[in-house]
């Protein structure tokens, strides 16, 4: 089945306490991208990648990383965490630019206190 | 400013009531353009699109959205809500990358 994975559905964490959320798509595309989703505020791109060792910023990426060493993989990754980092995060993919539509994870909900 | 605007935040309609969901979009260009639906829970799914050509558009679920240059309107539309189709739906525009609304909320009441 065609789909978008990430891990974990659900994490708690402290602040300051490092953490990784895995993604991963089958689908061989070349565009992901990561978003979270707050109240009110609809989504908003964190970074995204146009292909491997490719990435950019997108709206709200202060306190994040990413990394793109395979195709398939597009880790976000919390150095730091903070407590406004409470978020739904999304990851997605797309054959080619998001003009074709992105395919979503089933979300990341993360709490950190 | 570019901005994409879904002006309810929340609606609700009668099981076999008609729907209109709308969507306003502020940007130089014709944008690309998209209706999301999160069901609770769960990510989001594409329910249609429009590139260019034919205003209206037909989707899953027997959705379907016009687009309207006139307007920079890209309004969501079903001719009979089921129980089932209660959810948050997005609109989304691509010019860049893609942008999201704020969503809105729809309850569908007995």
């Known amino acids: 089945e065609a789909q978008v994975t990430q891990n974990p559905r659900y994490l708690i964490t402290v602040t300051g306490k490092k953490l990784t959320v895995t993604c991963s798509q089958n689908?061989?595309?070349?565009?992901m991208s990561w978003y979270r989703q707050d109240p009110g505020l609809g989504l908003r791109q964190i970074y995204y990648?146009?292909?491997?060792?490719?990435?950019d910023k997108g709206d709200v990426p202060e306190g994040y990383k990413v990394s793109r060493k395979e195709k398939r993989n597009f880790p976000l990754i919390l150095e730091s965490p903070s407590p406004n980092q409470t978020s739904l995060y999304f990851c997605?993919?797309?054959?080619?630019?998001?003009?074709?539509?992105?395919?979503f994870g089933s979300g990341t909900r993360l709490t950190v206190v | 400013a570019q901005s994409v605007t879904q002006p309810d935040i929340h609606i609700t309609v009668s099981e076999g009531a008609s729907l209109e969901l709308r969507c306003n979009y502020s940007?130089?260009?014709?944008?690309?353009l998209f209706w999301y639906v999160q069901s609770p829970g769960q990510g989001l799914q594409l329910l249609l699109k429009y590139f260019s050509g034919d205003t209206l558009v037909q989707g899953i679920k027997g959705f379907e959205a016009e687009f309207k240059r006139s307007q920079s309107s890209f309004n969501l539309r079903k001719p009979s809500v089921h129980w089932s189709d209660a959810a948050e739906y997005f609109c989304a525009v691509v010019v860049n990358d893609m942008r999201f609304g704020a969503g809105t909320r729809l309850t569908v009441k007995p």
């Open positions: 940007y130089g260009a014709t944008p690309y």
């Open positions: 997605a993919s797309s054959p080619g630019r998001a003009t074709y539509g992105y395919t």
């Open positions: 689908m061989n595309h070349e565009y």
């Open positions: 990648s146009m292909n491997v060792e490719v990435t």
